[in-house]
T-cell receptor, first 115, second 115 residues
Framework: NAGVTQTPKFQVLKTGQSMTLQCAQD?????MSWYRQDPGMGLRLIHY???????DQGEVPNGYNVSRSTTEDFPLRLLSAAPSQTSVYFC??????????????FGPGTRLTVL | AQSVTQLGSHVSVSEGALVLLRCNYS??????LFWYVQYPNQGLQLLLK??????LVKGINGFEAEFKKSETSFHLTKPSAHMSDAAEYFC?????????????FGKGNQVVVIP
């Protein structure tokens, strides 16, 4: 299993540009999430999904969009990039609640810089 | 909503000395508690977790943590620090309710090991 994969590893954008951060998992996990990590702030939840076709907002959703058309993929879209979105982005997945297993598995991260 | 407090963003410890990282949580329901470690330029790796049962939890790399409900704490310890323990450590809490995928992180402790 590859686990949770993220592409790209690094990205530089100009203010106003849009882009999609890709996230995929091959563990058949129901739940997937996007977090951003900023110095001194820990990880903050952006959006999450409890299954294909179901998404919800987290703590800091503004400026981001998500969709979940398949179990495997959970892309994060930046609609119009701003310097405040410079951050490291982590995707995570975990099995559904019925499994009784609550550990989240994290991808390697995408380091995004917005100029 | 659940939350986590980690005091002291930077923690210095001498090689061979006790490592103690404090974590206090707030949750309206019985929590699941986690410690993650992040090495430079890498994703998050699970150190240990508490879900139910024994309150003293042992994890990887010689770390352990004790869940104390009366103190709403989940402090992380290791008896003897090693140079390889230099990393950032995050405490996280998740509600136990079904369908929940909201993992709240503390702001992290950057551990420096002094030779």
């Amino acid at each position: 299993n590859a686990g949770v994969t993220q592409t790209p590893k690094f990205q530089v954008l100009k203010t106003g540009q849009s882009m999609t951060l890709q996230c995929a998992q091959d563990m058949n996990h129901e739940y997937m999430s996007w977090y951003r990590q900023d110095p001194g702030m820990g990880l903050r939840l952006i959006h999450y999904s409890v299954g294909a076709g179901i998404t919800d907002q987290g703590e800091v959703p503004n400026g981001y969009n998500v969709s979940r058309s398949t179990t495997e993929d959970f892309p994060l879209r930046l609609l119009s990039a701003a310097p405040s979105q410079t951050s490291v982005y982590f995707c995570a997945s975990r099995p559904g609640a019925a499994s009784g297993y609550n550990e989240q598995f994290f991808g390697p991260g995408t380091r995004l810089t917005v100029l | 909503a659940q939350s986590v407090t980690q005091l002291g963003s930077h923690v210095s410890v001498s090689e061979g000395a006790l490592v103690l990282l404090r974590c206090n949580y707030s949750s309206s329901v019985p929590p699941y508690l986690f410690w993650y470690v992040q090495y430079p330029n890498q994703g998050l790796q699970l150190l240990l977790k508490y879900t139910t049962g024994a309150t003293l939890v042992k994890g990887i790399n010689g770390f352990e943590a004790e869940f104390k409900k009366s103190e709403t704490s989940f402090h992380l310890t290791k008896p003897s620090a090693h140079m390889s323990d230099a990393a950032e450590y995050f405490c996280a809490v998740s509600d136990t309710g079904y369908g929940n995928n909201r993992l709240a992180f503390g702001k992290g402790n950057q551990v420096v090991v002094i030779p």
